[in-house]
């Protein structure tokens, strides 16, 4: 048997057959090798019976034998797997034409080690079974061809699509809508384009929609055009380090609450400022959680000696040895003399990733209030701002706080402090107090009912609290814009000067950096990163610094 090319025309004496041959779907070497060595070469044609049968109207008996053969333009023809049509010749003739088709018959006892067969054989096991990814090979078959999907289903469906569809010159173009012919692309062919076109010679790094376009104007046309493109633009590393920061928040709001008062502290420096009288540049703050009392100090340096000796002297010596310390990771929290007197009192210390001081809001929000009184202080009474950093303190632990609805001081002690406004002008209960000064039993009977009244207080300013940061929480989710990030997945980071909040050094400077991998992930939002070469960061970042790199 001769097998006729895939698709091809027929050419028989005195007239010629188009003939649909579908595409091999398994390889047919073997076959036609067993079927040609079982042969007798001196036998009478084998055609001649099946020829015969075909002809026959007694042919019909033998319907199971002759299923396998059709006779066209009076010649045999066997229908083999995978749908291929095949000629079916004599044996002299097959023997004659043995160089013809050497690679599916060899007449040698031994024609496995022909190595010119093996070879032959090998490509054709290879191009047997392979199948084509590219989109246009079906509407290539049929408008060149004629050749269809198998299933009646798929070749109704193919030939609605390819009304849209015409060759020329050997390539598919699709008909626009506009009229305009498109020339249908490869998925190789679709890279090159859009890479070109995105960021080659004359690329303007577009966005998804405007490449999309771009490529339609341009004449070019695949069925995955605009999800392709919408990808290739995610992907451009170009792109990704130059996009616009992310101004919605990532995670949800963290609750801080505390069970009761001096559980938990915020410490956080305030500048350098402006050099005091005495030389002092740096305000050491601690804010108490429950209570919001605030405690601070001016130094010369911010040292860690200096710290770990306010933890004691302003914290511990005064309200007790607490269950944690809040600061961010500078050195004068994070150092040899904090890390000893934190760990003899048995002190938890959680720290917030750097620049990002919403890590450790409670401390900011002071900080920010202590910089507004006392800058009006000085403003209002001149001299250095030490000497009226006592007088804020005053000021801000006798204020109401608008999260507890009360006011530090009366947290702390039960009662309010008195004001020099009061003295000024006598307010009732310094009237009161001079009617009972002469009797110490009502004073201390008027005390102790405000201490008795203080863990009431206490309650209802938790409370209080609790429902506030509710209200904030609902607000803040308003804004949220979830960015959870795994283990093993790669982000860029903010570069530094983004970060740290200062201004770029060049115009054509990129807003992020990288790509790093997530070597750990913590429910708080914060993340700890690897460089390419497995280089871990020592400091961990908050997710707002972080997006998905797309490779």
């Known amino acids: 048997m001769l097998l006729q090319p895939w698709g091809s025309q027929v050419s028989f004496e005195g007239s010629k057959v188009d003939i649909t041959i579908d595409k091999r779907s398994m390889p047919i070497t073997d076959l036609l090798k067993e079927k040609f060595k079982e042969q007798n070469l001196d036998a009478e044609d084998w055609r001649t019976p099946i020829r015969a049968k075909l002809m026959s109207p007694e042919g019909v008996a033998d319907l199971k034998v002759l299923k396998d053969y059709v006779l066209i333009a ?52 290879v191009y047997a079974t392979f199948v084509s990814s590219d989109w246009r090979t079906p509407f290539l078959e049929y408008l060149i061809e004629n050749v269809l ?30 009229g305009d012919p498109l020339r249908c692309l490869s998925l190789a062919e679709s890279q ?32 995955t055009m605009k999800k392709d493109t919408a990808d290739f ?58 209570t919001k009392w605030v405690e601070a100090i001016p130094l010369r340096k911010a040292t860690g000696a200096a710290v770990a000796n306010f933890i004691r002297e302003h914290i511990i010596t005064r309200f007790g040895i607490p269950h944690k310390i809040i600061s961010d990771n500078g050195t004068p929290f994070v150092n040899k003399n904090v890390k000893e007197v934190l760990e003899h009192y048995r ?17 900011e929000a002071t900080n920010r209030m202590l910089l507004r009184i006392l800058s009006k202080m000085v403003f209002d009474y001149g001299k250095g701002w030490n000497s009226h950093l006592a007088d804020t303190l005053w000021a801000y632990r006798g204020s109401t706080k608008t999260a507890t609805g009360f006011t530090p001081f009366s947290l702390v002690y039960g009662t309010d402090a008195i004001s020099p406004t009061e003295l000024l002008v006598p307010s009732p209960r310094i009237l009161h107090g001079m ?10 009977e008027a005390r102790v009912a405000d201490l008795e009244g203080l863990e009431e207080a206490r309650e209802l300013a938790q409370a209080r609290s609790l429902r506030y940061h509710q209200k904030l ?10 960015r959870i990030f795994a283990k093993g997945q790669m982000v860029l980071r903010a570069v530094d000067h983004v970060r740290r909040g200062l201004p770029s050094p060049s115009k054509f400077a990129p807003n992020w950096e990288g790509p790093y991998l997530i070597r750990e992930a913590y429910d708080s939002g914060y993340y700890k990163l690897s460089t390419a070469d497995g280089t871990t960061l020592v400091d961990p970042i908050n997710g707002k610094w972080l997006k998905r790199y797309y490779s």
């Open 435 to 444: 009617d009972l000064e002469a009797d110490a039993d009502i004073c201390a």
């Open 473 to 482: 929480a609902d607000a803040y989710e308003k804004t949220l814009q979830t």
């Open 74 to 125: 009076g010649d045999l023809y066997r229908r083999l797997p995978g749908g291929v049509l095949a000629r079916c010749v004599s044996l002299q003739e097959a023997a004659k034409k043995l160089t013809e088709v050497h690679e599916r018959c060899c007449e040698l006892r031994d024609g496995e080690q022909c190595s010119f067969c093996q070879h032959q054989h090998e490509s054709d096991q």
């Open 192 to 223: 090159t384009v859009m890479k070109e076109a995105h960021s080659g010679e004359c690329g303007e790094h577009q966005g998804k929609k405007r490449l999309y376009q771009l490529l339609l104007t341009l004449g070019y046309y695949w069925p």
């Open 347 to 363: 002190i938890k210390h959680r720290r917030s990733t750097p620049y990002y001081p919403q890590g450790n809001g409670q401390a």
């Open 149 to 178: 999907p198998q299933t009646s289903q798929a070749a109704t469906r193919l030939k609605k699509l390819a009304t849209r569809y015409f060759v020329e010159g050997g390539i598919l173009f699709r008909k626009g809508f506009h």
């Open 233 to 290: 633009v995610k992907s451009c590393h170009t792109c990704q380090l130059q996009a616009n920061l992310i101004h919605t928040h990532p995670t949800s709001l963290q609750n801080m609450a505390t069970p009761w008062p001096f559980h938990t502290w915020g410490l956080d420096l305030i500048g350098p400022i402006n050099p005091s009288s005495g030389g002092c540049i740096w305000i050491l703050v601690a804010t108490e959680y429950f």
